[in-house]
């Protein structure tokens, strides 16, 4: 599965959007983009997924380059609960989930 | 809203001990997984199952075993524990096929071996 890098960590205003970039420059065409969240004291949360189109749910937007390089987890009005640290996954159907180091979202008052 | 429940949030065992970690899961999740978690390593995923009394290894099943006699229930069991098997465990489900990765969590059993 192709490698991904992430910020170590980001702050963002209680309200705000936060937007949570990745990169991974060398994606296959077979690999998805997986997000997933984990809370202080909480097992892992999946958020999103994606191939090749930008995605939304009722937590995220998942904002994929066409080039699919790099990615961007959109949360529209981050909340003090939001505060977590974020898992950029590039996965490839059949292999492992693993997660990294992710980037540490602080969501300030 | 999917439902994964953990037996524990936290136990402490005496090295020796057989230790038995439960997972439910109420979505009729055909997957069921057990991770643990360390400082710096990461997640690392002992052991899975994709359906009733199968199971597989993961990356690290040594001093771990398995059982899954129930679609929603599965079960770590740590043979004789050891101080190095202090951690955090983490049991998860998800659907079969593309959505496998789709997992869902429970709220993790943090374990001290003594």
């Known amino acids: 599965d192709a490698k991904t890098t992430q910020p170590t960590s980001m702050d963002c205003a209680e309200g705000r959007a936060a937007n949570l970039p990745c990169n991974h420059s060398t994606i296959s065409g077979n690999e998805y983009v997986y997000w997933y969240r984990q809370i202080h004291s909480q097992g892992p949360q999946y958020i999103i997924h994606g191939l090749k189109n930008n995605e939304t749910n009722e937590m995220a937007s998942l904002i994929i380059t066409e080039d699919r390089k790099s990615s961007t987890l959109i949360l529209p009005h981050a909340t003090l609960r939001d505060t977590a640290v974020y898992y950029c996954i590039a996965l490839e159907y059949g292999n492992k989930l693993v997660f990294g180091a992710g980037t540490i979202l602080r969501v300030k008052s | 809203d999917v439902k994964v429940t953990q037996s524990s949030r936290y136990l402490v065992k005496r090295t020796g001990e057989k230790v038995f970690l439960e997972c439910v899961q109420d979505m009729d999740h055909e997957n069921m997984f057990w991770y643990r978690q360390d400082p710096g390593l990461g997640l690392r995923l002992i052991y899975f199952?994709?359906?009733?009394?199968?199971?597989e290894k993961g990356d690290i099943p040594e001093g771990y075993s398995v059982s899954r006699e129930k679609k929603e229930r599965f079960s770590l069991i740590l043979e004789s524990a050891s101080t190095n098997q202090t951690s955090m465990y983490l049991c998860a489900s998800s659907l079969a096929g593309g959505q496998s990765y789709e997992q869902y969590f429970g709220p993790g059993t943090r374990l001290t071996v003594t």
């Open positions: 199952s994709y359906d009733v009394k199968m199971k």
